[in-house]
């Protein structure tokens, strides 16, 4: 079977991010989607938390802070700390029993792995709705991630509820977490999806404004 999953949402566990457990599940179902990873950044607590008060299929994730950029690890348990070199990030999130995602490596102003993601990685997040400029960076990462011959996946990298369906990955899987971590790192997966509208970012960039004052 054919399953629709987000492999990149923010909740308020992240500082930047407006997303509640409600939103998440609300949203997620309202696109149709079979799943959600959660990958806050550099914190895993809010993702697992979650994970256990929901029916809804969350994906344990987490977004670290590498050395030399963004990465993403799935299915983990422990968080991987940041600050470590980008071979040390992937080895400890496969160690973990994780799969490790290069996300938006060409995306400007994000903390991108640019150069550094390698054939060590699982996947190449290759849709990333929240990415600037949109089509060059699709365009680069899908390159990136013929050339290393890996997954192709796609994640919104939402941080507010309406952004969540923009971009999803068609996973041929069963909906258990298990069973999709290997249908990705197996390839069995394709990204789809489009940029988040201007008009969506900037009521978000508005509301987390408004939230600091
Ligand atoms: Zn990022
Ligand atoms: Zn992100």
Redesign the pocket.
Same mark, same amino acid.
């Given at each position: 079977m054919q399953i629709r999953v987000d492999l /990149?949402v923010?909740t308020q566990y992240s500082y930047d991010s407006l997303i509640t457990p409600e939103d998440l599940v609300f949203y997620a179902k309202k696109s149709g989607l079979g799943g959600v990873a959660i990958?806050d950044h550099d914190r895993l607590d809010g993702a697992l938390k979650i994970a256990k008060k929901t029916d809804f299929a969350i994906i344990p994730g987490i977004?670290i802070s590498s050395l030399n950029g /963004?990465i993403i690890g799935l299915n983990l348990q422990e968080p991987i700390p940041k600050g470590l070199s980008v071979e040390e990030t992937v080895d400890r999130i496969h160690k973990a029993g994780g799969i490790a995602i290069a996300?938006h490596p060409t995306a400007l102003l994000k903390g991108s792995l640019g150069k550094h993601a390698n054939s060590k990685f699982d996947a190449i997040e290759v849709i990333n709705s929240s990415a600037f400029p949109f089509s060059y960076s699709v365009r680069k990462n899908q390159q990136i991630a013929s050339r290393l011959g890996i997954a192709h996946v796609a994640g919104t990298?939402a941080h507010y509820g309406p952004e969540i369906g923009y971009a999803y990955t068609y996973i041929n899987s069963e909906m258990e977490i298990d069973a999709i971590i290997k249908a990705i790192s197996k390839g069995l997966c394709e990204p789809f999806g489009k940029s988040i509208p201007t008009i969506l970012r900037l009521k978000r960039e508005f509301l987390v404004l408004k939230r600091k004052f």
């Open positions: /990149h923010h990958t977004e /963004h996300c990298d």
